[in-house]
């Protein structure tokens, strides 16, 4: 295996914490939290207290102050698990990144600290049923009222949606301007007007509370706008590129993580007289897939290295993205197999990984919208 270099030893204790943290707080409550659709709130208050949650809020507003790379292994780990649920990374990497660089102080200090505690869980409530990855065509409406804004519409596959306290709401501010209508409004979810509607049954992705959302003359002050009015578009671009690594980064662990298991298992399984492993298929199959994996991730942790630069390109993310999400269906797809039966039963993660794979292609934009985002570059236009 070649070596990483990004992860200095502080990380790494960190690592071990979580490791830790998902072994005695998440795994025994894994599959109750699946039957039931959602995770119960007692596990953010704990997280919170483990400090897994908003590690680079700056220390003023509760957090640890600490660099992306403790996200890192947040998001690595709940891979390595098969873990999907809570919504840790919705949380911590595309709600409070939000508030931290676009809200007013008087937000950032009212709500910061009780994100990075737990006691508030944040989601983003971006697509609408008529709008996925095109956002410029969202049509959830705020309309100004004096020193208010007043917000109706619906939005749809909210992960965090049935426990969330606060969103980060897309609107259109102007109908006529396209992208350059898009506004951003940190609601909370006591407002009144604001309902929630189903909690979505999904293929994958069992235990994570997906929603539909839906606002009636929901009433909230001017100064809950993040951002300037018409620059919501031109913020959601430009949080992207951390949304696409964050996919990134759990896939290529999830991509690792399908092939060990396989090697263990062709190690014990018996067929024909001799074990899965000795069959010319298996190493080669499994080989190839460690090759790959190791390609996927040098290109994750240089990214990981920009990112932390400042200097990421959204379009280098999107390849990142494109790139490890492809692989972890194929892996664990082609993991899958080696199984046989006991693959398709759900009391082996293999199947759970498999499940809850797919998604990847479609979240944090399609892979056909990755491949428009690279080509644009390539052949000219605006990236995304």
Known sequence: MIPRTIFSEEHEIFRDSVRRFIEQEILPKNEQWEDEGQVDREIWLKAGEAGLLCCDVPEEYGGLGADFLFHAVV???????????????????????????????????KWLPEMVAGRAIGAVAMSEPGAGSDLAAIR??????????????????????????????????????????????????DTPGFRRGRKLKKIGLKGQDTSELFFDEVRVPASNMLGDEGQGFKALMSKLARERMTQAIRSSINAETAVEWAVEYTKERKAFGKTVSDFQNTRFKLAELATRNAACRALVDRCIELYMEGTLDPVDAAMAKLH????????????????GGYGYTYEYPISRAFIDARVTRITGGTAEIMKQIISERMFGGKAR
């Open 75 to 109: 998001i690595e780990e709940l891979a390595r698990a098969a873990i999907t649920a809570p919504g840790f990374v919705v949380h911590s990497d595309m709600v409070t990144p939000y508030l931290v660089s676009l809200a007013s102080e008087e937000l950032k200090r």
């Open 140 to 189: 959830t409406f705020a309309r100004r009222e004096g020193d208010d804004y007043v917000i109706s519409g619906q939005k749809v596959w909210i992960s965090n949606g049935q426990l969330a306290d606060l969103l980060v709401l897309a609107c259109k501010t102007d109908k006529d301007a396209g992208a350059h209508g898009v506004s951003l409004f940190l609601v909370p979810t």
């Open 324 to 339: 490890a999400t492809d692989l972890h269906f194929e892996a664990v797809n082609e993991c899958l197999q080696f199984f």
